[in-house]
């Protein structure tokens, strides 16, 4: 990990200012990407597929965590995750409402249930 950040912090650079730059990185370890951990850029990682619709499941296998507590540690709710669930439930209720639609298996609830809606 260290040389990937080392080589992120260096981008763009060439010659002399790259080394310069490299030699002042690596005497303030405590300065820029070198002092990102790797649990930072786990939790990221965490993060991100979750908020792009992977599926909790495939994400702890990607980032190898073994149990669900600890995944839930880094899997951290924001303060617009709430309103975000709420805005998509009022979707499928106002669709539930106006009856079934193809593709949406919420909508054709009734119909397998016999109810016909």
């Known amino acids: 990990m260290g040389t990937a950040c080392l080589e992120a912090e260096l981008g763009g650079l060439t010659g002399e200012a790259r ?3 490299r030699a002042w990185l ?11 951990l790797r649990h930072d850029l786990r939790r990221t990682a965490v993060l991100n597929m979750v908020a792009v619709g992977v599926s909790e499941r495939v994400a702890m ?7 669900r507590s600890v995944f839930d540690r880094y899997n951290i709710v924001s303060a617009t995750d709430p309103a ?4 998509k439930m009022d979707s499928v209720a106002f669709s539930v409402a106006s009856g079934p639609t193809p593709g949406n298996p ?3 609830i009734p119909d397998r249930l016999g109810g016909g809606g």
Do not use: C
């Open 84 to 87: 975000e669930a709420a805005r």
């Open 19 to 21: 080394e310069k730059r």
């Open 26 to 36: 690596k005497a303030n370890p405590k300065a820029g990407l070198l002092a990102a």
């Open 61 to 67: 296998a990607i980032t190898g965590h073994k149990t």
């Open 106 to 108: 919420v909508a054709q």
